[in-house]
């Protein structure tokens, strides 16, 4: 004779979970953040996806119609091609740099103890307090035909140099702004690793650099891939820098947007360009993204 098993009893009202009683809340509560996401994002993006397709008369200024003009301009045109390959050029050296030095800056920072933690955290930081353009201006100031680093130059009878208006200035500039936004994140990365880790590769026979590139520069991957797209994306959209310090001849596509908006009035075409500098942004982006988190997954499975 089997006994039978009671059934059990339909769970009280009291003990359901709140998702159960109110099903709708999390779309509530996501509410504000989308409707700021899209007035704040979406819509001016979709404006200017519009705009870019507009014909643009210049003996009136006036726009309407439909057209691709813009797009075929920009793409068959050795003159915009060029300061699109020069933007991503120097977008990927400034990114290439910031893991160079932000990583090792950010291992270092880690393994320090308070008060000295806080104290570099701080001076890492501080130039995020100032403005971009004041920044700029401080290298143009001291990158100058007269500026401190000439004055050594000629001191030590190396002669005047022209520092301004070159890439390698952009670049430098570029790297001092962006190289914060490298640092944080695999600071983050490496806060989360337990030093364990890295003592048992110690105690197995491995040397200091073996133990940090093969233990744990592998698990601190996420936070080298946020801080290299961070400091990609800001760099190559970047403006102030560029403008000051890359001057009328050496543009960059975020200057181009700049004179089709406010110099030529070419609404239309500038919101091609600005269109473009996105999508070819999110196709180089993505990409790298991909690429790194495919080696993440491999070497850790």
Known sequence: MSATVPEAAPAASGDETPERRFPTAPLFLSAPAVLLFAALVLIPLFLTA??????????????????????????TDEYYLEIFLRTFRISALATVICVVIGVPEAYILSRMSNPWRSIF???????????????????????????????????????????????GTVIVALVHVMLPFMVIPVWTSLQKLDPAVEQAALSFGASRGTAIVRVVAPQILPGILSGSLIVFGLSASAFAIPGLLGGRRLKMV?????????????????????ALLLIANLIVMLTYHRLVEGHYRRRLG
Do not use: C, K
């Open 50 to 75: 519009l705009l870019s397709f507009n014909q643009f008369d210049y003996a009136t200024g006036r726009t309407g119609g439909f057209t691709l003009e813009h797009y075929l301009s920009v793409l």
């Open 121 to 167: 955290l701080l001076v890492i930081l501080a130039p995020l307090l100032v403005s971009v353009v004041v920044r700029a201006f401080g290298w143009s100031m001291l990158l100058g035909p007269e500026g401190p680093v000439n004055a050594a130059l000629m001191a030590f009878g190396i002669g005047r140099m022209r520092l301004l208006y070159t890439e």
């Open 254 to 274: 975020a200057t181009v947007v700049y004179d089709q908006y406010l110099s030529d009035l070419n609404w239309p075409m500038g919101a091609a360009v600005a």
